[in-house]
T-cell receptor, first 114, second 114 residues
Framework: AQTVTQSQPEMSVQEAETVTLSCTYDTSESDYYLFWYKQPPSRQMILVIRQEAYKQQNATENRFSVNFQKAAKSFSLKISDSQLGDAAMYFCAYRGATGNQFYFGTGTSLTVIP | DVKVTQSSRYLVKRTGEKVFLECVQDMDHENMFWYRQDPGLGLRLIYFSYDVKMKEKGDIPEGYSVSREKKERFSLILESASTNQTSMYLC?????????????FGPGTRLTVL
């Protein structure tokens, strides 16, 4: 089975600063999708950003961008101009192109300091 | 707007009780999933279903069963609840394999077994 590793259980960032959350994964598949999800305290999990492995260009969604390094099997999330509302648990996830199952990391809890 | 709903946000049950957690999605998704979320362990897949009446075991199916009689509804059953099943349970749905689309999550059910 594929494994997804988030080595930072907790991170903190000053408001308006930039923070990068790390994620690595292990797979033998060549085609797959990667996701970052956000789970605010006591609220629903939502998608932040997704990346298709066949695309070389890094995905960007407003203040959120990824650094996708396919050879290194690394998929980090950069949050620019951090806001108080960015405080949440962030999960990295993998899905193979031919599979139904999603594989999740253990999460990184992000604190934003005013 | 995409929606996944779960029957209860909070549930308290006694050891040995039979517990039903219900999930409904309105997106006509083929795939539905039940996860268990525990601190430090991330999301662990209990069961998923890729079609009506079809199911596959995830990583931690012991002590659980599922039912999918209609496409929009996926139930998780704890046949005889135990204290080690106290956890947050998340339901999700998605399009089938081959699609880049994400999973959509319900709000979660926090189950306490006394």
């Amino acid at each position: 089975a594929q494994t997804v590793t988030q080595s930072q259980p907790e991170m903190s960032v000053q408001e308006a600063e930039t923070v990068t959350l790390s994620c690595t994964y292990d797979t033998s598949e060549s085609d797959y999708y990667l996701f970052w999800y956000k789970q605010p305290p006591s609220r629903q999990m939502i998608l932040v950003i997704r990346q298709e492995a066949y695309k070389q260009q890094n995905a960007t969604e407003n203040r959120f961008s990824v650094n996708f390094q396919k050879a290194a099997k690394s998929f980090s999330l950069k949050i620019s101009d951090s806001q108080l509302g960015d405080a949440a648990m962030y999960f990295c996830a993998y899905r193979g192109a031919t599979g139904n199952q999603f594989y999740f990391g253990t999460g990184t809890s992000l604190t934003v300091i005013p | 707007d995409v929606k996944v709903t779960q029957s209860s946000r909070y549930l308290v049950k006694r050891t040995g009780e039979k517990v039903f957690l219900e999930c409904v999605q309105d997106m006509d998704h083929e795939n539905m999933f039940w996860y268990r979320q525990d601190p430090g362990l991330g999301l662990r897949l209990i069961y998923f279903s890729y079609d009506v009446k079809m199911k596959e075991k995830g990583d931690i199916p012991e002590g659980y069963s599922v039912s999918r009689e209609k496409k929009e509804r996926f139930s998780l059953i704890l046949e005889s609840a135990s204290t080690n099943q106290t956890s947050m349970y998340l339901c999700a749905s998605s399009l089938p394999r081959g699609y880049t689309d994400t999973q959509y999550f319900g709000p979660g059910t926090r189950l306490t077994v006394l």
